[in-house]
Every structure is written in C-alpha cells, then in structure tokens.
C-alpha cells in the first residue's frame, strides 16, 4: 500500500470561472483509523456541477470547502483496512468523500455496493447520486403522465440522461437539450429519447418543431437562455423542476448572487396554475436509496436504461476536468478514475 | 317586479388601466325562465381583481368577456321567479352572475345561502370565492406551521384578510403588506395580524424589522416591487403561494403579456428548496365549498375570524368602484349593493 495520499485541494476562491490555479496538489500521510473507521481506496470519484456552489464562500445549502481543504465529492472505492466489522479488505463502497486517493470514514457512513450487480463507476452515475437525483425529483415534483410532454436540459449530463429516460419508462414523450450534434445525436439515437433540441441553435424555432403543442415538465439544470425558451411553453399545471442552473455557476457569486440576471415574470405562474420547485438530493433522497437502486437495476436488467460516461483517467486530470464540465465539455457522466 | 335588467356590458378593450367608457350602461328585457332555471335578483355583486383579465382578449384560464357582453361577476340574491322544485321565491343563493340586477339560471349551478348563519354579502367574500381562495391556497400550497412566517400582500383586501387570519389560526407568525396608515391599523389591530408594511414606505426597512428570520410563506397578491421586496426573504423550504400579480393587471396586454416586466431569478429555488405554485379557486375550490364553509363559520362562532367590507350602493357605481380596486383604493372585500 502507499505510504501517502495524493489530493487536490482548493488553493483559493476562484473569480468567476474556475482556473487551473484555483487547485493545488498536495501528499498527505495516510490516515490512521478511529475505532469503527474504514480506510477506502478510491477506484472512481465523481465530479459534479454542484462543486462549484462549494468553492463559494457564500451561504448555501452545504457548507463551503476551505480554502486549503480537500475539494469534496462522492467516490466508490474498495476497502483498505477496517475497524467496522461489516467491513473487510476489497469490499466496494460509495461515500461522500474527496478529490483524494484515500479517505477514512465511519463505516456507518458507507454503502456497500456489489459489483456484480453493475460497474462500481455506476454508483457515481445512474445508480448513484446523479440518478439519484433525477428518480427524486421526478417522483416528488416532475410526475410525468403518459402522453404528457417533457423537456430536460443538459441532456446528455448525467442527471439529463436518467430523467429522460425514466419519463420515457412513464409514457411520456421527451425532448432533450444538448449541446452539439454528437450529444444530440447520443441522445436520440442512443437513448431513445423522441427528439432533440441544440442549444447551440435556434432555440425558438426548434422548441416549436419538437414541441408544438407545449410543454408538461421542464427539467431545469442549466437556467440562462434555455430557461428563457421554455418557460413561456409550459402548459396549464406545468411543473418545472428546479434541480440545477449551471449557466450561472460562475457569475459573481455563484447561484447566491444577488446581482444574478432577472428570471422570467411570473404572471403565467398563476395563470397557468404552474408549479417551481426545487429541491436538493441530499434531503430525502438517501433514505430512499434502496429503492431507487432496486427500481433501477430491473430497468437496467429489462434493457430500458442506458447510460453513458466520461471516464477521465489520473487524479491529476480533476481540475482541467471539473473545469471543462463547467463549460459543458464533458459528454456524458464525468468520473475520474484512480490507479 | 321590474320588467326590466339593468346591466353593464364590456364597451370595448381597455388600453392599459379601464376607464368608464370601456364599460356601457344598458337595460335589457328579463329573462325568461327555461325549464329547471331560476331567476334571481341580485342583492350584492361581487367586484374581484381577476374581472380585470376577462376583458382583455388574451387566452386566459377563462375564456374573455366578449365586446358587448354582461361583464362576470359573483353575486348572492334572491330567488324571484323558479321553475326549479328545489328553490322557492324568497331563497338566499350565490352563484356566478354578472353587473347586472336579475340572472336566469340553472337550479344546480346554485349554492344555496343561509342568511341565518351570517349575512349574506359574506358569501361573496370571507365566506365565497376570496375566503375559499385563501383556504384553499392555505391548505394546498402555503401549509403554514406553528411559528412559521407567513407574510400576505394586499393583507386588507378580501383575500388578504382571510389568509392571514387562517394563518394565524394556524399557529404562523403573520406580517401583512398593506397600502397607508389606515389599512396598516385595520390588519394590526382589528385583524390581529402580528405585524403590518406599509409598501408605500420603505419595504426593504420594514420587512428587515417585520421579519428578521426570513419568510416561510409568501402570499402574493401583487407582483411587482413587493414580490422583488419579499422574494429574496425566502427561507429554505420556503411557499410563495401564486394567487395574483394585480400590479401587472393593467399593463399592455395584462397577466398573459409577453412584455412583462422580468421576475427574480431562480437560482435560489434550487438552493433553497423552494416552491413557487400558482392556483386557481375554481379548479378544485367549489367540491370542498362544504368543509370550508364550516371550518369558517365555526371560526367566526369561535370569535377567531372577522372581515371588512367595502360596501358602494348602486349598480351604476360598479365600474368607477372597479377601476378603484385595480388602483388599491377600496377598503376590504368590494361589494356593490343593488336596491
């Protein structure tokens, strides 16, 4: 076993978008196990947008990293060493950890994960928090009925690709929004969704030719000038789930910022008897874990579910990585794989 | 009985705020009485905020009052002529009528009205359509809790009034946002709210002083500068209930233009959880009229509920009454009082 643990962590607070800079690399010894502890072994950790809210001194739902901390992120790993007699050397784990090659952690704070069920690398991605989130969020706020229309942006992502695809498994029609022909054309052909929308063109003028007769639930991830081009297509009841607005992540201050652009005017809300909601996967999401997984795997096994990843190899590459998320350039869901 | 039906009709669309010559003075012939109908003579109409977006052309969630038609309103009176077994002459109703002094319509499109449990006006406010908008909003999206914050604009008006009553019922800490000195005194001291803003002052001061642990709920009624004053005071798993925008009312083309000024942004909905819905009482609202009616009235037998009434006599009063309502001059639920 290594002597040391490699990890990145957050140099200083970046200034709109993230730079190389705003990481630092850094060996740290092991560390020792607490009664109860287990030492992981990080195979995959996951990068996310929501790491950008964490880099931000500003108030948010989760408390931000120090600047010297470890940038913070889920992984899946196998055990090093135990003190938890649940656990045993090899045995895979997800948990909420770093950008780092170890960590120790509470063994009541790990979930088991059996590899023969899928890759260990889905545990960060379909059946991990990303498609976590979308099970959530579609089961709490988007509820789409057969027949009914839904929109999800940042489509080929890696919470996109689980909402369509599970409103699909629910009747609905979908639409996606990606950036570019390969992501859309993945999305279509690859995904099954009934059609694709490229952010990168006129969005108007295809919303109109993908949507004509409106739009049930819009799946928000990305907020900005696709926010713009949906919201006045939702229909009577409409639901708009707040899960994410990536296109300002890097303004000011982040999502906190109170000089944030205006959103939409929210007369239609009453109007249109329109529901908003937000919610964030950590609240109740967990608790239900079991479940998701359980309804996810029977997708997977019947061949209704795919998925696709962005596998980034080294701990070194997370910041050039994380960065290019930022600014869409991953396709599909970006995970880091460790030596 | 008078032979014939003053009325008033919609004279043309207004450009922008009503003014009296968007409305015409008119006597039609009475109705005559189809098998199951009955007549009834006005005795209060009813003047609410949503009549404003029935005259403008735009596709609503009701359809527009045709150029020339009676405009809608709610109204109680009494049965004058009935070829319905279930209603005699003499009979208190409510039902949906129009400015005008006699309506034919059918027996079960009427609710039957007991003038002994309260008078009879109250079925077109704390006890009709604005009372059932409250508790239906209450009780479907704001679900105020004990000690939550709950913060209503238009706190004097119909709505207003009740919603912070109920709240308060409820357990919740009630700030209402009203307009002067006298309607700031009336929801304080008469309706017992726990703190009043006055938004012709210094939103911004009063609110920081009214609520200095943010808002759970928001009732909005409004729109406009209070909805940008409040919006921001949202704590996490905050309710903004979407009753109304009447500050937007009378711009160019009403709540459905496209011109309208822009919202706040929705970064925060993420963040925080929260969850903008809009409603319309008459979605759902009449199949439970029963159980809020004797929620309310055990309220008022309990001495937990009061009301104020803005009582203008005479039919021909209606518009200039109207065009005041759009304008914050009433004082409590409008009625007008037919001879």
Redesign the interface.
């Known amino acids: 076993m290594p002597q040391t643990n490699p990890r990145i962590l957050l140099a200083r607070r970046p200034q709109g978008a993230p730079v190389p800079e705003d990481f630092r690399f850094d060996e740290a010894p092991l560390p020792d196990l607490a009664d109860g502890e287990v030492l992981v072994r990080h195979r995959f950790i996951s990068l996310d947008p929501y790491q950008r809210?964490r880099m931000d001194a500003a108030r948010?739902?989760a408390k931000p990293v120090e600047i010297g901390g470890v940038m913070e992120c889920g992984a899946v790993g196998q055990v090093a060493a135990s003190r938890d007699a649940r656990f045993h050397e090899g045995d895979w784990v997800l948990g909420g950890f770093g950008w780092q090659a170890f960590s120790a952690r509470p063994g009541r704070a790990l979930i088991p994960i059996d590899p023969a069920e899928a890759p260990p690398s889905t545990a960060l991605g379909v059946l991990g928090m990303p498609g976590l989130t979308a099970w959530v969020g579609l089961t709490d706020i988007g509820q789409p009925k057969p027949g009914e229309m839904l929109v999800v942006s940042a489509a080929s992502g890696a919470v996109g690709q689980v909402v369509g695809q599970l409103a699909r498994i629910a009747g609905a029609r979908v639409v996606g929004i990606a950036g570019g022909i390969a992501k859309c054309a993945f999305v279509k052909d690859e995904l099954g969704f009934d059609a694709t929308v490229d952010h990168r063109g006129d969005l108007d003028a295809q919303l109109d030719a993908a949507c004509p007769a409106g739009v049930d639930v819009y799946w928000?991830n990305v907020?900005g000038a696709v926010?713009a081009a949906v919201f006045?297509r939702l229909n009577?009841f409409g639901r708009m789930v707040?899960?994410?607005?990536i296109a300002?992540y890097n303004t000011a201050a982040g999502?906190?910022?109170?000089g944030?652009?205006?959103?939409?005017?929210?007369?239609?809300?009453?109007?249109?008897?329109?529901?908003?909601?937000?919610?964030?996967v950590n609240?109740t999401g967990w608790q239900r874990y079991a479940q998701f997984r359980a309804e996810m795997l029977a997708h997977i096994a019947a061949g209704r579910l795919r998925w696709k990843e962005d596998v980034v190899q080294g701990l070194a590459a997370a910041p050039a990585a994380f960065i290019g998320l930022l600014q869409g350039r991953n396709f599909g869901k970006l995970v880091i794989a460790l030596d």
């Open positions: 809210g948010s739902y928000e907020g926010q006045p009577d707040m899960c994410g607005m300002q999502a906190a910022a109170t944030a652009p205006p959103g939409p005017n929210l007369g239609p809300v009453v109007r249109k008897r329109l529901r908003i909601q937000g919610f964030i609240d």
